[in-house]
């Protein structure tokens, strides 16, 4: 029989549980390992766009393998080819900004949708049309399909104008967070600009998109297209979309160059290629430069339902004050800590219409809910120096009588550090709105733990200790907000980037709608965005939201 839960305290500051807390006992994360680079955490992130994006894992990285190859044989300089480096591996960051809308037209599946459009995401309406009513909704029912199809027809350039925007909007958002260049951040912002100006979202035009941007476009579509028709077909996309879509002298270089860069690419060593091309390499990555990535991976999975958006810089906070007052070393605080910023890397691999279900959901799709951690695991498997945070992320999920996943560990099997978290994560998800229910206050929360506790699922000791911290924060209201933002901007913010609609927002503040809009005209003037999805990040970004 378990013991009663008690809320667990610890008898000392907790800055004096980790070494280098400052007064405030914040502690900055420390280099778990020497060796971590930008690079490399950007081509993990990467590697999470492609399964945002339905493509099959590493195709960023040989999107940036042929893209780099191209440049250089065009003469590119090397700040040049580093723009195209990351480029290549960030041009889809911004895919969970807007996974809910994709999801919604799309039948509920968003990644099936963009694997339908991959081949055309580039080409002109005469191309277009013709594939979304061919390819676009295959495998649902007639009846849902012919919606789907009809709905994407009708939304039509307006819906892609938006998409585009927030994608390159949230993609230039990241690279600056990431610290990234000027030129490079510029550059996001055209990715889908064509060369005779019929793109999106600004019908730019000629050589003011940047080079890297023209060269980055051609080496993705190439890719797809290959992988999908052989070089025959590769060759005729580039024949038909010369001068339209892309670059003239780009597309001569892509059929000069690209089959032989193509066949150069071994799968098996692909990763290895890619990092070690890196045309300007940074030293590895210091302590607030390997926080300032980790954060970006949370906002890049939370960002993909409006009820997560908070989710994981609250588990990490409540995680690592948690293992502290346990008593776990200064190494395990700073490992859990930083698990918990990408324990939900790999939910951008389950379909929004699943994870916003508000019914039960079917066998199937608790299968594919359970990938999640598993799809964690394999989106930073390949990082070298965050061997030990990517076992403990992705173990959030196991419970202690092997009824979790992915892997049905139990018992002992189980470190200290995985219990701590998936407490954490419980009782965060527990006090938080779902599509199905509403949240639950602390105490009912707390009677929950308590029954998985005495049902053999979480730790008695990491549960206790996760209550003991949670809601003990700092809860005092800011005196002064972001960019100049007011109080009633940032209650309007919080609630479109939870996925209010102005009508809902205006229920909850008691204005009217009209106000509400007048209140999201000023924010975006005020942050510098044009769309939702990027003002639900800068929210994110500047923790607007918990």
Not at 18 to 44: M, Y
Not at 103 to 127: K, T
Not at 448 to 465: F, I, M, N, S
Request: a positive charge.
């Amino acid at each position: 029989m378990s013991k009663p839960l008690r809320v667990l305290h610890s008898t000392k500051p907790y800055a004096q549980h980790v070494q280098g807390a400052d007064a405030a006992g914040v502690v900055r994360l420390k280099p778990l390992n020497p060796t971590v680079r930008l690079s490399e955490l950007v081509a993990s992130l990467s590697i999470g766009t492609d399964i945002g994006m339905g493509q099959p894992e590493g195709q960023a990285l040989r999107t940036c393998h042929l893209a780099l190859g191209v440049a250089r044989e065009m003469g590119l300089d090397q700040k040049q080819c580093a723009d195209v480096y990351y480029i290549a591996l960030l041009r889809f960051v911004g895919c969970n900004s807007h996974a809910d809308q994709d999801a919604a037209g799309g039948g509920g599946d968003e990644m099936a949708m963009r694997r339908a459009l991959a081949p055309v995401i580039s080409g002109e309406p005469q191309e277009l049309v013709p594939h979304v009513v061919r390819h676009v909704g295959a495998g649902l029912p007639a009846g849902k399909r012919v919606r789907v199809v009809a709905g994407m027809l009708a939304a039509g350039p307006k819906h892609a104008r938006a998409v585009t925007t927030a994608t390159c909007e949230v993609a230039r958002m990241f690279a600056t967070q990431l610290g990234l260049g000027a030129a490079l951040v510029r550059a996001l912002g055209y990715q889908f600009e064509y060369w005779n100006g019929k793109g999106l979202p600004d019908g730019v035009s000629g050589e003011q998109i940047p080079i890297a941007a023209r060269i980055v476009m051609v080496a993705r579509d190439l890719d797809v297209v290959t992988r999908v028709g052989g070089r025959q077909l590769g060759e005729a996309m580039l024949r038909r979309r010369r001068g339209r879509a892309y670059d003239p002298a780009v597309a001569d270089a892509f059929h000069r160059h690209a089959w032989s860069i193509l066949a150069g690419i071994e799968e098996e060593s692909l990763w290895d290629q890619v990092i070690e091309a890196d045309p300007m390499p940074s030293d590895p990555l210091d302590a607030d430069g390997l926080n300032v990535a980790l954060e970006c991976c949370a906002q890049f999975a939370d960002i993909k339902c409006w009820f997560t958006r908070d989710h994981s810089p609250a588990v990490s906070n409540l995680a690592r004050r948690a293992a502290a007052n346990l008593g776990l070393d200064a190494i395990d605080v700073e490992t859990i800590a930083a698990a918990g910023l990408v324990q939900e890397l790999g939910k951008t691999g389950v379909q929004n219409g699943i994870l916003e279900s508000q019914r039960p959901l079917t066998n199937s799709q608790w299968d594919t809910l359970r990938l999640s951690t598993f799809l964690t695991q394999r989106i930073l498997a390949r990082c070298h120096g965050l061997e030990a945070i990517n076992a403990l992320a992705s173990s959030h999920h196991e419970r202690l009588d092997g009824s979790g996943y992915h892997r049905g560990l139990t018992g002992d099997r189980i470190s200290k550090a995985a219990r701590i978290l998936a407490a954490a994560d419980a009782f965060k998800a527990l006090t938080s709105d779902r599509p199905w229910r509403t949240r639950l206050a602390p105490d009912a929360a707390a009677r929950t733990l308590g029954a998985e506790v005495k049902e053999g699922k979480l730790a008695h000791d990491a549960v206790e200790a996760v209550l003991g911290v949670a809601g003990h924060g700092d809860t005092l209201r800011r005196k002064t907000w972001p960019s100049g933002l007011s109080d009633r901007e940032i209650d309007v913010l919080r609630l479109i980037s939870l996925g209010r609609t102005n009508r809902e927002v205006a229920e909850r503040l008691f204005i009217s709608p009209k106000t509400v809009g007048r209140h999201i005209e000023n924010i975006y003037a005020k942050i510098g965005v044009s769309t939702r999805p990027a003002a639900t990040l800068f929210a994110m970004q500047h923790q607007l939201l918990s």
